[in-house]
Each structure stands twice: as C-alpha cells, then as structure tokens.
C-alpha cells in the first residue's frame, strides 16, 4: 500500500511537471492541439463520405458509424496521454542507455518510462470524440443514465487497457531486438480499423482484429452495447477481459524483457 501511495504521489508530480513545461510555450501547445483536432476532424469527413461511397457501410447508419468512431477517440486519447515513449522506447532507453537511470530508482521501471512520456494533445481528440459520441448519441435518441454513463467508463477504460497491453508487448520485444522503429509504427496504423465496423472487412481481417491484435475491442465491440442487441451486443463485455488479458501480456512480457537487458555497455 505504501508503495501505491509512493507512485501516485510521484505521478502527481510528475503531471505537474509536465503541465510547467507544457505552459513555458502555450502557443506551441495550442498549435499541437489544434493539428490533432484538424487531424481528427479530416478523419471524421473521410467517414462520412465512405459512407456515402461504401456499400459495406450501409448496413449501419450514419449516427451508428459516427457513435464507432466518436467511441474510438475515448481509448486513444487516454493512451497518447501517456505514450509517447512507447515510440522512443528501443533508441532513447535502449540505444542511449537511459534505461540505466530508470532501474537505479526504487520506483517502477514501467512507471518512469510512462510518466517520461506524458503529453496533452490528447486533449484534442478526447474533447472530439465527447463531441462526436454527443451528437451521435442525440440523433440516434439514447438516453444517457447513471448505469449507461458508467457503462461508458468501464468500456472506454477497458478498450484502453487493450491499446495498453497491445503496445506495452510490442515496446518490450524491443529488450530482444533493440531495433529503433520496431514494429509499433506499422502496428499504430492499423488503428484506423477500430474507426469502423468490424463487419465492413472480409472473415479474415474480422477475426484477426478480434484475437490476433484485437483492435476490435477499441471501439466496435464496445460501442455495440449501445448500438445493437442479442449475441452483437453480448460481445461488448468481453472487452474488460480483452484489456486485462492485454495488461497481462503485456506486463508478462516487460517483466522478461527486464530480465534479459544486461545494461547499455560499451
């Protein structure tokens, strides 16, 4: 327990930390904001006109589409908060050896390396995707109660254990490659999927999407607790075992990982 207290209090000021340097350069920060909205917003017109242009779509409407996709930015804008060195991961900690100072701390290595990485674009997306899930939510008629809004955290907060876990297992196969990329870029991609239906793909891409990298469970599967009834909507709550199945992997893996890395050297 006082090892929980210890972390939270120093998470805390290491947010704080990061909100000072954030706030040394406001503009540039409005601007990174601003570019991920815009980025975003482009993503939400290319919707739209698939949806226009992809017979596959049809099959849901243009509300249900939005509600996936406005779903989507919840997840994602939880995990960008913190992920940044997933991506830097194998050059800065491996390469150049700052993995090093994380394990002469008494403080989780993993917990270091996240709090390193804390960034607030994801103020942007999340407020996006609160829009969008708004206004989907108002044309398709849900009405939002405690038990549904809480249903909403514990789904969207599952979802992100899955990106978690998915990303926190390709970063510590880095311990055995030490590649700079690695596979996390290509892998990162692939996000554009969650923006859809699962049912718009062929069998394949579908069933790898759901057990193989199940970026499924980001939004589709979710978002169908709201949207669709019967088995579809039974699937939605696999998604908290999703992410803590995800978790584990990915934790397992760090773990041995940690176990291989010998020290930067020379």
């Not at 815009?38 to 739209?48: D, K, R, S, V």
């Not at 002469?104 to 103020?123: A, N």
Request: proline content about 3%.
């Amino acid at each position: 327990m006082a090892r929980l207290a210890r972390h939270l209090r120093v998470g805390g000021l290491y947010v704080l930390q990061a909100v000072k340097m954030r706030l040394e350069y406001r503009a540039d920060f409005l601007m990174e904001c601003l570019a991920a909205l815009l980025q975003q917003a482009a993503g939400l017109l290319m919707l739209a006109f698939l949806f226009e242009h992809i017979h596959a779509l049809r099959e849901w409407s243009r509300e249900e589409v939005f509600f996936i996709y406005g779903f989507a930015l919840l997840p994602r804008a939880l995990f960008d908060a913190v992920a940044m060195n997933f991506y830097q991961f194998s050059d800065r900690y491996l390469v150049q050896g700052e993995m090093d100072r994380l394990l002469l701390r008494p403080l989780s290595s993993l917990f270091q390396m996240l709090m390193e990485g804390i960034g607030f674009d994801f103020v942007a997306d999340l407020t996006l995707g609160i829009a969008v899930l708004s206004y989907a939510s108002y044309k398709l008629g849900l009405v939002w109660t405690l038990q549904s809004g809480l249903l909403l955290g514990v789904l969207a907060f599952s979802a992100w254990a899955v990106l978690m876990g998915v990303f926190l297992t390709l970063t510590a196969l880095t311990f055995w490659s030490q590649e700079r990329v690695g596979l996390i870029p290509p892998i990162y991609n692939l996000l554009s999927f969650s923006n859809y239906p699962l049912t718009i793909f062929n069998k394949l891409v579908a069933f790898a999407l759901t057990f193989v990298i199940p970026f499924g469970y980001i939004a589709y599967y979710p978002s169908t607790a709201f949207l669709k009834d019967g088995l579809l909507a039974s699937q939605a709550y696999w998604t908290p075992l999703a992410g803590l199945a995800c978790l584990a992997v990915g934790g397992l893996t760090w773990r041995a990982g940690l176990r291989r890395y010998s020290g930067a050297g020379s």
